[in-house]
Each structure stands twice: as structure tokens, then as C-alpha cells.
């Protein structure tokens, strides 16, 4: 990011995201139950409706548990290895290190992609000198495409079904990170957004990209 001063290591997501893993509650009930270049998001809570007459495809049933090892967003360039990550001292998912910015964490004590429940994925949006993984993230719009490869090679395929910005003063973890429909297996892609805070050395808001799986196929048929 580009604030010199900014503490090495910080820039997790924001407080809002702290407060919600906190709620280990909701954690189990999604199981299945810091300066920028620039912002690519603004503004208060908002979602990107899906246009009329594009409705998007079925669930598919969830898949037997596998660990990621990589996600995709061809519409948005976004290919990148995924590593699983734990809670840092204050209770929030701690993203990769900014040694890696392409690398994007997955929570690995929660729901693996394309199982029965809410998956969680988590990346930076840049660095001090340059964008990182999900620099692109709050392009993406319902109906867009992610493909997540899994460890016994397969490639889980999701569909965005929402895209929302929480700031940290309306954040809801309960839409952010709670099932959209009871016994699917559903995906988030998290990064920060909004406006650079030089005083608090934050971004103002989270982006949420909510999406749901619709197919599986082997790793031959994608490029993951």
C-alpha cells in the first residue's frame, strides 16, 4: 500500500471482520449448519443487481470434501494459488503475507470450496508498491465465473450471485458470511475497499463477493 508508515504485516481486513470471526457461532453456522494505489470501490453499503432477463444457472449438489489449491476468475484475469490461514490474535482471518500478494488465503479451519456450507477466501487488494490479487475483485457482477481447484483434481465451479461493500460502520457479518440458501455450497471472496483512511491505516469498507456452486469438472477442462 502506499502510506510509508504503515506498520509491516497490518492491513488485515477491517474491524468489521474481526468482530464477525469473533462470532465462532457464525462461523459453524456457514460450515453448514494499509494505503492503496488507489480504491477500487467507493461509497456505502451497496450491491450490484443482476440484470433482468439473466437469470443464473441451478445449484449443484456439494461435493465431497477437498482441499483448494488454486482460484480463477477468467473475466477478471484473477488466477492465483490459495493457502490455507488461520486467526490472528485479534480473531480475524489473517490474509498472506504481503511478501506474496498474489497468493490468496483460504480459512482453513472453516468449510472447504464446494462442500455443504460457506467457504471463505480472503486477498489483498494491493500493496505498498502494487496491486495485489484481488485488485480486481469488485469488478466482478452476478453471473460471473470462479473456478476453485481442489486436491483430488477437480475444479469447483461457482457462479457470483452478489457483490456487496460493507463499511466498517454498517458491516453485518450475518450477510456477509451467513448461507444464502440453506444446503448449498456457497463461496466468499473478500478484500478490502472503499477509500484509503490515512489516520486509521485502513481501507473504509470490505468488498463481498457472494457466489454458489454450479458444477464440478476435472482439472484437464479448465486452466487452473
Given amino acids: 500500500m ?3 508508515d504503515r506498520p509491516a504485516g497490518s492491513g488485515r481486513l477491517l ?3 474481526t468482530w464477525a470471526v469473533l462470532l465462532l457461532g457464525l462461523w459453524l453456522w456457514g460450515r453448514g449448519a494499509d494505503g492503496g494505489n488507489s480504491a477500487p470501490t467507493t461509497g456505502d453499503v451497496a450491491a450490484v443487481g443482476r440484470p433482468l432477463g439473466a437469470p443464473l444457472p441451478p445449484a449443484h449438489r456439494p461435493l465431497d470434501g477437498a482441499l483448494p489449491q488454486r482460484v480463477e476468475i477468467p473475466s477478471l484475469e484473477i488466477a492465483a494459488p490459495v493457502v490455507p490461514r488461520e486467526l490472528d490474535a485479534d480473531g480475524a482471518i489473517e ?8 497468493t490468496v488465503g483460504w480459512y482453513g479451519d472453516g468449510t472447504e470450496p464446494g462442500t455443504k ?7 489483498h487488494v494491493d500493496t505498498e508498491t502494487e496491486p495485489a ?3 480486481g475483485l469488485s469488478a466482478a457482477r452476478p453471473g460471473t465465473t470462479i473456478w476453485v481447484g481442489r486436491d483430488d483434481g477437480t475444479v469447483a465451479e461457482f457462479t457470483v450471485d452478489d457483490v456487496q461493500v460493507f463499511t466498517r460502520e454498517r458491516f453485518d457479518a450475518r450477510k456477509a458470511y451467513g448461507p ?5 455450497a456457497e463461496l ?5 475497499g472503499g477509500t484509503y483512511d490515512r489516520e486509521a491505516h485502513a481501507y473504509t469498507a470490505n468488498v463481498v463477493v457472494s457466489a454458489y456452486l454450479t458444477g ?3 482439472a484437464s477442462k479448465s486452466r487452473v
Fill in 15 to 17: 474491524t468489521g471482520v
Fill in 216 to 218: 464440478e469438472s476435472g
Fill in 95 to 102: 490474509p498472506p503475507p504481503y511478501e506474496t500478494p498474489g
Fill in 117 to 123: 456450507g460457506t467457504a471463505l477466501l480472503v486477498g
Fill in 2 to 4: 502506499a502510506d510509508a
Fill in 180 to 184: 444464502r440458501e440453506d444446503g448449498r
Fill in 133 to 135: 490479487v484481488f485488485y
Fill in 188 to 192: 466468499r471472496l473478500i478484500t478490502c
